[in-house]
Every structure is written in C-alpha cells, then in structure tokens.
C-alpha cells in the first residue's frame, strides 16, 4: 500500500510539472509574440540626416522609451499617438497611422545651442596689476598703510564743510571772466 501510495505521487507531481513546464512554454510564447509586435525606428534631424540621440518618446497608452546612441528605440504600434521631446528639437505629436518608414524626422528649434565648452586659465592678479603700474607705484602700493587715516577722515570733512563753498567760488569767478571776455 504505502508504494501504491508513492507511486501515484509521483505521478501527480510528473503531471503538476508537465502542467506547469506547458503554462511555462505557452508563457515564453506569448512573450515571444509580444516582443515580434516591437518596431524599431530610427529618429533623425531632417535637416542633416544624422540620428538623434537622448529623445525622449511617450505615448498615449503608456510606453515610454529613449532614443540610444544610434537614434533607435523600439515600441509596440499599439499607440494612437506618440510624443518626441528633446531640448534641441521642436516637439513632434506623431498619430498612429502616420508612421511611413522606420525614420521618424525631426526640426531644429530656432533658438537650440549646441554644446559650447569654454576653456580657461585662471589669472595671477598681481602680475597683471604690475604690468600697468610703474615700478615706483608698485612699490607704494606695497608699502600703503593699512587701517584707520586720522589725515584721511580730516581731508574728507573738510571736503564736506569747506570744499563745496570753495567749487562754488571758483565757478563764479569762471562765469564773472567768462561774461567781461564777452562784452570786452
């Protein structure tokens, strides 16, 4: 009784395995079909004919791809319509049934800057400095005091109280000349 017993277990497991390496294979069947429904197309600028790269493509229903390095992605047509983005590129809205080809062309923005590398060197300031300067004036540059100037802060309040009186006397003896050389 109890190889009975064995014997159809093991017959129902052989009959579970075959079951499930069937579901299996109907499985990796369907997948099968479902990736020969994938196109591959190619997006390129219309203008040069070179493949873009980076383009982002969405549709309606979901799917969501990048273009590679060769400009190709590949979808299932199940859309009813599919968006090229890319920040170089005026976006295109493309329907279903208007996919002639596998080449997929897109505009140039107006605006679109390609790459732009700036190289550079940084400067040593005080090289540049001396070269305008004389060599007298570098050296009181040099040597310039640092801190508060009591002579500094008299020169600017007297500059305040005294010097405006003074721009203003020197302008009218100016305007006084300037009237008797007309009328001489």
């Known amino acids: 009784m109890k190889k009975t017993f064995c014997h159809q277990a093991v017959a129902a497991l052989l009959a579970l395995l075959t079951v499930s390496v069937g579901a299996a294979a109907q499985a990796t069947a369907d997948s099968l079909s479902a990736a020969d429904s994938l196109k591959q197309w190619v997006v390129a600028n219309i203008e040069t004919g070179v493949p873009i790269r980076d383009v982002l493509v969405y549709t309606d229903d979901?799917?969501?791809?990048?273009?590679?390095?060769?400009?190709?992605?590949?979808?299932?047509?199940?859309?009813?319509t599919a968006t090229f983005v890319h920040p170089k590129f005026e976006r295109r809205v493309m329907y279903g049934g208007e996919a002639e080809g596998d080449t997929i062309w897109l505009i140039p923005s107006e605006g679109a800057l390609n790459e732009v590398i700036i190289y550079g060197q940084r400067r040593d300031k005080s090289k540049q400095m001396n070269l305008l300067m004389s060599p007298v004036e570098a050296q009181l540059a040099q040597?310039?005091?640092?801190?508060?100037?009591?002579?500094?802060?008299?020169?600017?309040?007297?500059?305040?109280?005294?010097?405006?009186?003074?721009?203003?006397?020197?302008?009218?003896?100016?305007?006084?000349?300037?009237?008797?050389?007309?009328?001489?």
């Open 62 to 80: 979901g799917q969501e791809a990048h273009t590679i390095l060769d400009g190709t992605f590949a979808m299932r047509e199940s859309f009813a």
């Open 143 to 184: 040597g310039a005091p640092q801190g508060f100037n009591p002579l500094g802060l008299f020169a600017l309040a007297y500059d305040a109280i005294w010097g405006k009186k003074a721009r203003h006397r020197k302008a009218m003896k100016e305007q006084k000349r300037k009237m008797i050389l007309d009328n001489y």
